[in-house]
């Protein structure tokens, strides 16, 4: 990086809404990972369904990612006079390194990877909205999200005959889509079911912990997590699911004995060797979004 773009990276982070931008990424990671209970996924209870990773490597994590935030950003509001399929190439770099920055803060440990996707994503929409002069909403990031990922699952799924990793391979097995579907249809599963479950319940006046575990179930009951199934395979995944619509038809987070029906689920997911980390990276993009406005043209910047 030369000097010129390094003192104007460092103007950059000055700017007030840059700085709120990055706080809240790193907000959304610490309330998704310290919830409890939750089925399968690292909490302050226990490490879920996993025995690489625990509590601590994901705060390391979230502040690792936090630093790359003013770079997705800037790299959107460079970039805002171009289309937005023609983004994604630039931007993969960036994700790439802000990877290695997590892979370093957890010695090797897979802990966001799908997290540095959907907000590395999120981070360089909101600064292509704020250069163009568009108002930062909830539908207005989504919108943007879904045009730079426009024919990412064609041409990173179904063209590709190479199965690299575990979303690629899971999608030509069983058509899942993964993280890619979800940020090429601008994050419907959370525009559509856990922002709309979260909102309802903390304007109804309900604990956020407690809305967010609703909003979590929400996503379980019908994300279709390549995580799940790259454990599992299509009937672990089928059984979380399944066992997630069970918990909500019988009331969710409103029934007085949700903490040991949680505490039961989280058992039977560490038995299966379950983990939702695809619901959990969804989850942190729920709370994300919910601190911007809906669609009308209030800006944050
Ligand atoms: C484009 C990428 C997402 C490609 O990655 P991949 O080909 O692997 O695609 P997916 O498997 O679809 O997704 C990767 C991660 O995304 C999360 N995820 C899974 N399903 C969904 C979903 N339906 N919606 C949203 N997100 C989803 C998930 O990440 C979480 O789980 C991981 C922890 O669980 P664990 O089981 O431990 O994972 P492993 O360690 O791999 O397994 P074990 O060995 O332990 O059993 C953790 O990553 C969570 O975040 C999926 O893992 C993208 O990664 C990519 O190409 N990156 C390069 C940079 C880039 O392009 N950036 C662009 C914007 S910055
Ligand atoms: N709390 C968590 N546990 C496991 N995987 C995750 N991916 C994102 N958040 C996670």
Known sequence: MNSANAAHRLELNK????VRCSQLANSAMLNEVNLTPKPGLVD????????????TDFYRSAEAIRIWIPYFIEYGMSTHLQPSSDILYGLRPLGMACEAS???????VNTHKGTI????????????????????????????????????????????NQALTAGQRLYQQHGLSGARG??????????TTSLPVYQSLIAQGIDPQRALLQA?????????????????????LR?????????????GVMQTDYITKLKEFDRQCIERNLSPGGSADLLIVTWFLA????????NIN
């Open 15 to 18: 700017l007030p809404w840059v």
């Open 44 to 55: 302050m209870r226990n490490n879920g369904a996993h025995k690489d990773m625990d509590l």
């Open 102 to 108: 997590m892979y370093k803060a957890t010695s090797g």
């Open 117 to 160: 996707f959907s907000l590395g994503l999120l981070a360089t929409a909101m600064g292509r909205l704020v250069s163009n002069q568009k108002a930062v909403t909830q539908q207005n990031l989504c919108h943007e999200v879904a045009a730079m990922s426009h024919g990412m699952v064609m041409r990173e799924l179904e063209q590709n």
């Open 182 to 191: 979800e940020a090429e249809s601008g994050f419907q599963s959370v525009l």
């Open 216 to 236: 979590l179930l929400s996503l379980m009951a019908v994300n279709g997590d390549t995580n799940v199934a790259s454990r599992g395979g299509p009937e672990g």
């Open 239 to 251: 059984w979380l699911q399944q066992t997630a619509q069970q918990f909500l038809a019988e009331g």
């Open 291 to 298: 601190q911007f406005p809906e669609s009308h043209s209030k």
